[in-house]
T-cell receptor, first 114, second 108 residues
């Protein structure tokens, strides 16, 4: 079965450092998402991406965050200057659109900012 | 964005009991999914169910899109069913949001 893959599975970074979280969506999918989940809390929407541009973003997705689909396969989330409160699980998801709107989620990247 | 509410927030059951989890949403939907979050934090897809009824073993789900709710049924619960269950809903603009989850504890 096709799957969304995320790397790394776990990343530890120093406060103030830049991190890039990587996602490889399913190959024929067209619409992409990033979510985050602070430990023990709900899954929060960050951003959606379609046709090489941001479709929607939440108030969490401030200037410290950016997304990119650099090569037609990877979908990345960059945090420019990490804060302690960025520590969370980050999930990528993709959907095909058209007749199939089922979202496929990656296994997540656990980011720990120290 | 679409509003998603799950109830109850917490549920404690004895092994073997049945349970019903509810997901209410505020808009017309083109996607609704139920997930179980495993101990490693991964979101395990249980059902893709924008409408109708599906069953998979001891689990089943029903979505009544016209009344804007979905139900997840767990029958003969086992301790391994414990964890957090999330409902995720997308409207016709593909804006997908999660409910706050139901934390299920099944006691032996």
């Amino acid at each position: 079965e096709p799957e969304v893959t995320q790397t790394p599975s776990h990343q530890v970074t120093q406060m103030g450092q830049e991190v890039i979280l990587r996602c490889v969506p399913i190959s024929n999918h067209l619409y992409f998402y990033w979510y985050r989940q602070i430990l023990g809390q709900k899954v929060e929407f960050l951003v959606s991406f379609y046709n090489n541009e941001i479709s929607e973003k939440s108030e969490i997705f401030d200037d410290q965050f950016s997304v990119e689909r650099p090569d037609g396969s990877n979908f990345t989330l960059k945090i420019r200057s990490t804060k302690l409160e960025d520590s969370a699980m980050y999930f990528c998801a993709s959907i095909r659109l058209a007749s199939n709107t089922e979202a496929f989620f990656g296994q997540g990247t656990r980011l720990t900012v120290v | 964005g679409i509003q998603v509410e799950q109830s109850p927030p917490d549920l404690i059951l004895q092994e073997g009991a049945n349970s019903t989890l509810r997901c209410n949403f505020s808009d017309s939907v083109n996607n609704l999914q139920w997930f179980h979050q495993n101990p490693w934090g991964q979101l395990i897809n249980l059902f893709y169910i924008p409408s109708g009824t599906k069953q998979n073993g001891r689990l089943s789900a029903t979505t009544v899109a016209t009344e804007r709710y979905s139900l997840l049924y767990i029958s003969s619960s086992q301790t391994t069913d414990s964890g957090v269950y999330f409902c995720a809903v997308a409207n016709n603009n593909n804006d997908m949001r999660f409910g706050a989850g139901t934390r299920l504890t099944v006691k032996p």
